[in-house]
C-alpha cells in the first residue's frame, strides 16, 4: 500500500491557512499528531519506542471509541513547515508499524 505524501501535506497546509485565517496562533505550542491502527495485528508500543527515540512523547488512548497513538512534540514552531515537518517523521513510523495519519492539533 502506497501513502500519498504530497496529497496529505497539502490538506495539512490548507488546514493551517483556514486556522490562521480564523484565529491568531501561537508561534510555538505542543503539536499532537494522532495515529490509529490499520489493522488488529497493529501493535502501539513498537511504534511509540521508535517515535521516542526521534523526541515524540507518546500516549496510548483507548476512551470513547476507536483507540489512537498521540505523538506530541513540545514547544514548535507554528507553521504549515514545522507541523509538517513532525507529522512526515511520524507518518513515516506509523507506515511502518502498521498505523496510519489521522490528523494533527496543538496546544500552546
Not at 55 to 71: H, K, M, T
Not at 73 to 100: C, K, N, P, Y
Request: net charge negative; proline share 5%; with cysteine.
Amino acid at each position: 500500500m502506497s501513502h500519498d505524501f504530497d496529497a496529505q501535506r497539502a490538506e495539512t497546509q490548507a488546514t493551517y491557512d483556514a486556522l490562521s485565517a480564523e484565529h491568531t496562533l501561537p508561534e510555538t505550542a505542543d503539536l499532537d499528531y494522532f495515529l490509529i491502527p490499520n489493522s488488529d495485528e497493529a501493535d502501539w508500543r513498537p511504534l511509540a519506542d521508535i517515535l521516542t527515540r526521534q523526541g515524540f512523547e507518546c500516549q496510548w488512548i483507548e476512551e470513547d471509541g476507536d483507540p489512537y497513538l498521540v505523538a506530541t512534540l513540545r514547544d514548535q514552531a507554528v507553521s504549515s513547515t514545522g507541523i509538517w515537518i513532525g507529522e512526515e517523521v511520524a507518518t513515516r513510523a506509523a507506515l511502518d508499524h502498521g498505523f496510519a495519519p489521522d490528523g494533527w492539533g496543538m496546544e500552546s
